[in-house]
């Protein structure tokens, strides 16, 4: 079965720091990933994913991931947090296209990663 | 173009009583995904529907839940006889259509589920 592993439960950074937060997934083929900030009291938005090719992508406000097949990782990585940043950061897979299956594109949540930024 | 509504966003049941959370998924978007959010916990696949079909019922505890779809209106997620267990945020995502590309999900603000 599935699962996303997101180590740690909480990251303290300094505004203008940098960020990086990890992901680890389980699947038995490459997924599609992606990753989701919560801010408290409201949905998800998506910040980034992948599908194929270019394994560094870049998303909004200023992040990007990386994926390494080898090691099973998509981590997260900002180059200098803003104040604005402090949220909850979920990392997900997906199904990749290739397989064809009854659930749709039903997505596995790590468990998340709250992140806050002093200043 | 409006995001995905949900609606309550606040929901506060006594043990035993019913809850109905609603989703309004974006415009032209015919498939829906409902997911829980347990606190201190990532977000739990449940049910995913098209217009009038339940395609994938894995993730719904197999007692006192339901969802259906219908062809006029939102989904409904419909929580009978709640337990204090229950209390969690019930996430409704949307998305345009499967195909064999991906298609992004994009979520509600959710309802926020208080059994007392």
């Known amino acids: 079965a599935q699962s996303v592993t997101q180590p740690d439960i909480h990251i303290t950074v300094s505004e203008g720091a940098s960020l990086e937060l990890r992901c680890n997934y389980s699947y038995g083929a490459t997924p599609y990933l992606f990753w989701y900030v919560q801010s408290p009291g409201q949905g998800l938005q998506l910040l980034l994913k992948y599908f194929s090719g270019d394994t560094l992508v870049q998303g909004i406000k200023g992040f990007e991931a990386e994926f390494k097949r080898s090691q099973s990782s998509f981590n997260l990585r900002k180059p200098s947090v803003h104040w604005s940043d402090a949220a909850e950061y979920f990392c997900a897979v997906g199904p990749p296209r290739n397989i064809l299956t009854g659930g749709g594109n039903k997505l596995t949540f790590g468990t998340g990663t709250q992140l806050k930024v002093e200043l | 173009n409006a995001g995905v509504m949900q609606n309550p966003r606040h929901l506060v049941r006594r043990r035993g009583q019913e809850a109905r959370l609603r989703c309004s998924p974006m415009?032209?978007?015919?498939?829906v995904y409902w997911y829980r959010q347990l606190p201190e916990e990532g977000l739990k696949f449940m049910v995913y529907l098209q217009k009038e079909n339940i395609i994938d019922e894995s993730g719904m505890p197999k007692e006192r839940f339901s969802a259906e779809f219908p062809k006029e209106g939102p989904s409904i997620l419909r929580i009978q006889q709640v337990v204090r267990g229950d209390s969690a945020a019930y996430f409704c995502?949307?998305?345009?259509?499967?195909?064999?590309?991906?298609?992004?999900?994009?979520f509600g603000p959710g309802t926020r589920l208080t059994v007392l």
């Open positions: 995502a949307s998305s345009p259509s499967r195909d064999f590309s991906y298609n992004e999900q994009f």
């Open positions: 415009k032209g978007h015919s498939h």
